[in-house]
């Protein structure tokens, strides 16, 4: 079955050459003025990426070699800083680890699935469905340090809402962000109102499944099941995919609402990787062993993008074309 | 079975399946929208009515020179000055020079344009976190820690997402027009600037939505390159006031005489998202997306 091109989306698009490069006789001189105009025009980010991105990076590779406190110059350590940080030396480092590796295998599935829910949901024909869907974003819009106060005060044990809903049926709620076992889930019950946009590309994904695949596969006899199955799932395996990846991103860079609601405790139960960061780099002046954490949290970030990748050839559908 | 129950069974399957979805909707939809409520209300109420158990939902008589109280709790208008500084002059960066470097992407053709382009898309899931340290400590060293510049010069070389979202669209666009005017012996940049930019209206809108919602939300860059007291964004200042209300680093307890008055400045700093949102909401929900993923 061939599908038009207009419904891929997806990393196997993104890779794809530009489609406006059509073989065009011209007089060299008109070329050659085209590329000058093109590498001048293309410039600004060119240079941008040296001096905002690829620079840093490798001058924070450097500064991870050294004891750094911006005060006195640069000393060259080697390894040292690594060694710090994986023989235990830094008792933080693997309890912040932990903390986000636990975060992120929570918050970033339960993002996807919760995303894929609604969006099915809000994508199917009935009314109102515009409401609703401004209902699920509206709070992805609010600034980042107003949604901590109102979490805050939303789980607050005695007079929050979230305690005061569940006397309604009897249950008398946990300390939330006071309480060590429930403060890091607190953290991603917040962080679920952030779902309006991983919501929108998946519903967007799913109004771009081609009905004629459905009116096919109902002629066929297909079950709702067999068509969510071998339809909806593969056609939408590409977007699916691209949310995945910002969750991963987003949710091992964690620092904000740590930093406001609970500054890492109770017990370091919420210190995440990027709380133990700021408060080397800026609390204690470390600033080569801060730039060392940045490079390993890279690292991981990296490791995990490149694994999904991997896996995404093995269920992420490409159509041949 | 004869046609008609058929059709009527799968009415009838319809109508439930439908009045199921509701329900969820509705149950899933209260966990979004009641806090908002919940924070509104309270910024409308006396101090003796916040810590009361049931809640107060209605506050009678609202009090809304709680409003006004709580802004002159700390210099909000110079705040909000700052905020505005730090938001609108990067945004006018953001917007025209990814603009610029999108149509040389989209539609000029030079060597080692397609290397370079997935270069951008390799930036856009880069963590950043591996730049902060690096990028403060030349900074810093430039002095320009207290000043607006860090917040400023990067905007003007263009962001990856922006570039790669215009040029999407770009692409989208029919190139006769471009084509003719080419003819016609119009240069690059009077075709940049008299007919493609006209065109890309919704792009350079939803592009400038995108770089406000960031600018004028962040948290992070205000807090590690603004300390003057002069020079805090509202940010700063509603996370300041935070602290102080609650007297804590974190807000553990949460008790405060000033909670209302809290609530009452969150909901003045989240109000222009809000107002934004709801204007502009097809930006959001619709014309963002088709147009990123329109590939």
Not at chain 1, 35 to 58: D, E, K, Q, R, S
Not at chain 1, 107 to 134: C, E, Q, Y
Not at chain 1, 192 to 203: A, E, K, R
Not at chain 2, 229 to 254: C, D, H, I, Q, V
Request: aromatic fraction near 16%.
């Amino acid at each position: 079955m061939t599908i038009e091109p207009r419904y891929s989306a997806g990393i196997g698009a993104v890779v794809k050459p530009n489609a406006t490069a059509r073989p065009r006789p011209r007089p060299n001189r008109l070329r050659r003025r085209e590329a000058w105009t093109g590498v001048v025009m293309a410039l600004p980010w060119m240079l941008g990426f040296l001096l905002f991105t690829a620079g840093p990076m490798i001058f924070g590779l450097y500064a991870g070699l050294t004891r750094w406190d911006m005060i006195s110059p640069p000393r060259w350590v080697g390894l040292q800083n690594f060694i710090r940080m994986f023989s235990g030396q830094d008792r933080h480092f693997y309890r912040s680890l932990g903390v986000t590796f636990r975060y992120v295998l929570i918050s970033a599935p339960l993002h996807v699935v919760l995303g894929l829910l609604l969006a099915g949901m809000l994508n199917m024909k009935i009314k109102g469905t515009n409401f609703f869907r401004s209902v699920y974003y509206l709070p992805s819009i609010l600034p980042i340090v107003a949604s901590a106060v109102m979490w805050s005060w939303v789980f607050n044990p005695d007079f929050g809402l979230f305690n005061w809903a569940l006397s309604l049926v009897g249950i008398r709620g946990p300390g939330w962000l006071t309480s060590p076992q429930w403060a890091l889930p607190s953290m991603v019950i917040m962080n679920l109102h952030y779902i309006g946009p991983s919501m929108i590309i998946l519903l967007a994904g799913l109004q771009r499944v081609p009905q004629e695949l459905y009116e096919a596969s109902q002629l066929d006899g297909a079950s709702r099941w067999q068509s969510l199955r071998h339809i909806t799932l593969p056609m939408l395996s590409p977007v699916i995919f691209f949310v995945i990846i910002t969750n991963i991103n987003s949710s091992f860079q964690t620092f904000t609402q740590a930093f406001l609601m609970t500054n890492g405790g109770p017990r370091y139960a919420t210190y995440f990787y990027m709380l133990h960061l700021y408060n080397e780099a800026w609390g204690a002046s470390r600033m080569g062993y801060a730039s060392a954490l940045a490079w390993v949290m890279f690292v991981i970030i990296v490791i995990f993008l490149v694994l999904h990748f991997r896996l995404g050839k093995l269920w992420v559908y490409q159509e041949s074309d | 079975m004869t046609t008609s129950s058929w059709q009527q069974s799968i009415k009838l399957q319809n109508a439930i399946g439908g009045a199921a979805a509701y329900v969820l909707l509705v149950l899933f939809g209260l966990p979004f929208i009641v806090p908002l409520l919940f924070v509104i209300s309270t910024a409308l109420k006396s101090a003796s009515q916040v810590y009361v158990n049931p809640p107060v939902w209605v506050p009678l008589p609202p009090q809304f020179s709680n409003f006004a109280q709580a802004w002159a709790v700390a210099p909000f208008g110079r705040f909000l000055v700052n905020s505005l500084i730090t938001t609108f002059i990067p945004m006018i960066g953001d917007v025209f020079v990814s603009a610029i470097v999108a149509y040389s992407f989209a539609r000029l053709r030079w060597p080692g344009r397609d290397l370079v382009f997935s270069l951008l898309l390799a930036t856009m899931i880069m963590p950043g976190i591996v730049t902060f340290i690096p990028t403060f400590i030349v900074f810093a060293r430039l002095n320009w820690v207290n000043t607006f510049l860090p917040f400023i010069v990067p905007a003007y070389f263009g962001g990856a997402f922006y570039i790669f979202l215009l040029r999407q669209f770009m692409l989208n666009l029919p190139d006769g027009l471009e084509e003719a005017a080419r003819i016609d012996g119009a240069n690059t940049a009077q075709i940049f600037t008299r007919i493609v930019l006209p065109l890309l209206g919704p792009a350079l809108a939803t592009v400038a939505i995108f770089s406000f919602m960031a600018r004028w939300n962040d948290f992070f860059g205000p807090m590690i390159y603004l300390h003057s007291p002069n020079l805090k964004t509202l940010m700063l200042g509603l996370a300041f006031f935070e602290s102080m209300a609650t007297g804590t680093g974190g807000s553990y307890g949460f008790l405060s005489a000033r909670l209302h008055l809290l609530m009452a400045i969150t909901t003045l700093i989240a109000l222009p998202c809000v107002l934004l949102f709801i204007v502009f909401q097809k930006y959001f929900v619709r014309d963002v997306i088709t147009s990123g993923f329109k590939l």
